[in-house]
T-cell receptor
Framework: ELKVEQNPLFLSMQEGKNYTIYCNYS?????LYWYRQDPGKSLESLFV?????AVKQEGRLMASLDTKARLSTLHITAAVHDLSATYFC????????????FGTGTSLTVIP | NAGVTQTPKFRILKIGQSMTLQCTQD?????MYWYRQDPGMGLKLIYY???????DKGEVPNGYNVSRSTTEDFPLRLELAAPSQTSVYFC?????????????FGPGTRLLVL
């Protein structure tokens, strides 16, 4: 069974601090996707990581992928309140790229 | 473009009732998906479709049915609703099965089965 695990599940951090969210997965897929969900809202795509060593940055968020370790990280730099949301990682099912498997999410609260 | 739209936004069902959740996308995407999200959890795939007339089961298909008669529409049917189907349902679409293609999600339907 394909598993996608995120940690931490809950994260409360002060504005201005840095932190990293981890996403471990059990499949051999080389592709990983990050999404953001605001409370009561839908999911918004953040990053698509397509190969080992891929790194993408958008504002205060940077995502990376290590396919050998089956690990992706989402690094938050100098957090601001607007980053408060739940972050999900997802992997695809490999050949054919038909199905996506989501982690349980990391609920991030940035405190002023 | 409206993207992915879902109706209704919220619905209360009694045990044993049936309903159809509607999903429409106007991006001419081939792939469409139905997920459920239970409180505090990630998304679980219910059904997906790779094009009109072609559907397949995901991780949690029991109690649901789908059809795809057009590229745009992908309705999800709940037969004999049960309390375990209380959840938020998201429809998503994707242009192609290409690796760089992410999914685009609808706003969700909140379903409460009592």
């Amino acid at each position: 069974e394909l598993k996608v695990e995120q940690n931490p599940l809950f994260l409360s951090m002060q504005e201005g601090k840095n932190y990293t969210i981890y996403c471990n997965y059990s499949t051999t897929s080389d592709r990983l996707y990050w999404y953001r969900q605001d409370p009561g809202k839908s999911l918004e795509s953040l990053f698509v990581l397509l190969s080992n060593g891929a790194v993408k940055q958008e504002g205060r968020l940077m995502a990376s992928l290590d396919t050998k370790a089956r690990l992706s990280t989402l690094h938050i730099t100098a957090a601001v309140h607007d980053l408060s949301a739940t972050y999900f990682c997802a992997v695809d099912s490999g050949a054919g790229v038909l199905q996506f498997y989501f982690g349980t999410g990391t609920s991030l609260t940035v405190i002023p | 473009n409206a993207g992915v739209t879902q109706t209704p936004k919220f619905r209360i069902l009694k045990i044993g009732q049936s309903m159809t959740l509607q999903c429409t996308q106007d991006m001419n995407h081939n792939y469409m998906y139905w997920y459920r999200q239970d409180p505090g959890m990630g998304l679980k795939l219910i059904y997906y479709s790779v094009g009109a007339g072609i559907t397949d089961k995901g991780e949690v298909p029991n109690g649901y049915n789908v059809s795809r008669s057009t590229t745009e529409d992908f309705p999800l049917r709940l037969e004999l609703a049960a309390p375990s189907q209380t959840s938020v349902y998201f429809c998503a679409s994707r242009r192609l099965a290409q690796y760089q293609e992410t999914q685009y999600f609808g706003p969700g339907t909140r379903l409460l089965v009592l």
